[in-house]
């Protein structure tokens, strides 16, 4: 088996066990959940960068109708959508670089059946055995919510997460995440994070 198969087979399973929710909301249809690409245009994008220099890039932007909401995201060069139950049975949102080894996922229910965001944080859970963690407040394209830096180990092998708990403005509650191999956070860690960063919940 090619390394990066092996890569993507291994943090795809640590994804099954964090994308969790109480299952209230039914996804009735493979096909369905599969989104509609109803939208694409180039966009140049800064990519996030510590450095003063900022690194304009290509970016393509997606709108992606599903059955519990329709979303905005930017991709950069390389990335695309996928399938996403290739990389959770329950998400709305696959995408990949697999040049990189690089994947999101999003899992987006409405508020209005839960007990306020509150109630929806309850629901969730991350069952990984985290080996670090930091944790920061954002808001940003009508989400506000938590973002959590995780190094988690998978079948003896270390992953890199960027997972997001969020509420948007449009009534969606959404856990999402970014994630690749340990080793590539330095590298592919802002990219991981610009992608996230530029979801937008567009449900009218």
Known sequence: MKRKQLEKAVIVLGLGVLLTGCGTVAKESQEVKHSEKIEKKKDPIKAKDDS??????????????????????????????????????????????????????????????????????????????????????IDLNGWKGTRRFI???????KAYYVYDVVASDAGHYAQRMAWTMNSKKDKYGKELESVLDSIKDVTK
């Open 151 to 157: 190094t988690a180990k998978v079948d003896g092998m």
């Open 52 to 137: 003063s220099t900022k690194t304009t890039v290509e970016a393509s932007e997606e709108v992606i109708e599903t059955e519990n909401g329709t979303f905005s995201v930017q991709l950069p060069d390389g990335w695309e959508e996928i399938e996403p139950t290739d990389l959770n049975d329950e998400a709305d949102i696959g995408l990949e670089n697999e040049e990189k080894s690089l994947y999101l996922a999003v899992l987006s229910e409405s508020e209005e059946d839960y007990d306020g965001f509150d109630g929806y944080k309850e629901a969730i859970e991350f069952s990984l055995d985290v080996v670090e963690e930091t944790e920061k407040p």
